[in-house]
């Protein structure tokens, strides 16, 4: 089992900055991708952005973040972070880090059922 605390969430104007972390316990040599998604009000959750545990080089983003989010791990700390840059107020959502303990397999890293542990959730609101 690997515990997931999420931290760094909070309102932020249009074009800010905020970064979001992720603390994993327990478990967490059985990890194999680390994972954010977010859930804006109304709608269903979605896929975000990930990394593979073992190779912080491969990372994975949905389009509409992409050159504005950065995804990387702290080896030191079992820490995943989440810049995000140039924020705007359709990221206003909820944030969940997610772990994965299955095999990391590239088209299923962006699917929530790729992943069986998750955090409480932080949130974001970014004010126009």
């Known amino acids: 089992q690997v515990q997931l605390v999420e931290s760094g969430g909070g309102l932020v104007q249009a074009g800010g900055s905020l970064r979001l972390s992720c603390a994993a316990s327990g478990r967490t040599p059985s990890i194999s991708t680390m994972g954010w998604f977010r859930q804006a009000p109304g709608k269903e959750r979605e896929f975000v952005a990930c990394i593979k545990w073992s190779d912080t080089s491969t990372t994975t983003y949905s389009d509409f973040v992409k050159g504005r989010f950065t995804v990387s791990r702290d080896n030191a700390k079992n820490t995943v972070s989440l810049q995000m840059n140039s924020l705007k107020p359709e990221d206003t959502a909820v944030y969940y880090c997610?772990?994965?303990?299955?095999?990391?397999?590239?088209?299923?890293?962006?699917?929530?059922?790729?992943?069986?542990?998750w955090g409480q959730g932080t949130p974001v609101t970014v004010s126009s």
């Open positions: 997610a772990a994965s303990s299955r095999p990391y397999i590239p088209s299923w890293a962006s699917r929530e059922v790729h992943y069986n542990s």
